[in-house]
């Protein structure tokens, strides 16, 4: 069992930036792929930022791809989210997530293949 506590949500003005950080327990953390998503009102939730568990495969959704870094530090059991150059369009809730991996290098971007979820956490941008 994983659980997820993100933080590091709040507003902010077009482009500033913001870290979020998706704290887990468990003991095979490391063993657990990481993604990042979100959700607009009205909107379905979308993929934002994956990492594999060894933390050297990423992959970004066009829309953040050079504007946020995922990142994460199995010591502190902690994957993080850089977002730099905010828009007003990455307004939304976001969640982390977490999936029991089948290899060191394999990122997942579907959130149906996700197994754990954190609460959430809003992020606000004005214009």
């Known amino acids: 069992q994983v659980q997820l506590v993100e933080s590091g949500g709040g507003s902010v003005q077009a482009g500033g930036s913001l870290r979020l950080s998706c704290a887990a327990s468990?003991?095979?953390?490391?063993?657990?792929?990481m993604g990042w998503f979100r959700q607009a009102p009205g909107k379905e939730r979308e993929f934002v930022a994956a990492i594999s568990w060894r933390g050297t495969s990423t992959s970004y959704a066009d829309s953040v791809k050079g504007r946020f870094t995922i990142s994460r530090d199995n010591a502190k059991i902690t994957v993080y989210l850089q977002m730099n150059s905010l828009k007003p369009e990455d307004t939304a809730v976001y969640y982390c997530?977490?999936?029991?991996?089948?290899?060191?290098?394999?990122?997942?971007?579907?959130?149906?293949?996700?197994?754990?979820w954190g609460q959430g956490t809003q992020i606000t941008v004005s214009s």
């Open positions: 468990g003991r095979t953390f490391s063993r657990y792929a």
């Open positions: 997530a977490a999936v029991r991996s089948y290899g060191p290098v394999i990122v997942v971007v579907t959130p149906n293949s996700y197994d754990y």
